[in-house]
């Protein structure tokens, strides 16, 4: 088990990832490197937050680059 193991850590929630589990850990094995990332569940609730605030900001914009002559456009 030797050589630089890379511990994701969740940015939003702190939690570490351990063999695909996400747990609430202040563990991390001596020399480990800590990658911040997203757990699944963060990233999910980020991905809403940027659509929210996509559809928010871009509303306006949508109309026009989407434009693709459907029945309602016409
Ligand atoms: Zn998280």
Same mark, same amino acid.
């Given at each position: 088990?030797a050589?630089?193991?890379?511990?994701k850590?969740?940015?939003?929630?702190?939690?570490?990832?351990?063999?695909? +589990?996400w747990?609430? +850990?202040?563990?991390l094995?001596?020399g480990?490197?800590? +990658?911040?990332?997203?757990?699944?569940?963060?990233?999910?609730?980020?991905?809403?937050?940027?659509?929210?605030?996509?559809?928010?900001n871009?509303?306006? +914009?949508?109309?026009q680059s989407?434009?693709?002559?459907?029945?309602e456009?016409?």
């Open positions: 088990m050589g630089s193991m890379i511990f850590v969740c940015c939003i929630c702190n939690r570490v990832e351990h063999n695909g +589990s747990l609430y +850990s202040n563990y094995a001596e480990a490197v800590a +990658s911040h990332g997203y757990c699944p569940q963060c990233f999910q609730k980020a991905m809403t937050e940027i659509e929210i605030f996509l559809a928010q871009h509303e306006g +914009s949508r109309v989407n434009h693709h002559g459907c029945a456009c016409v």
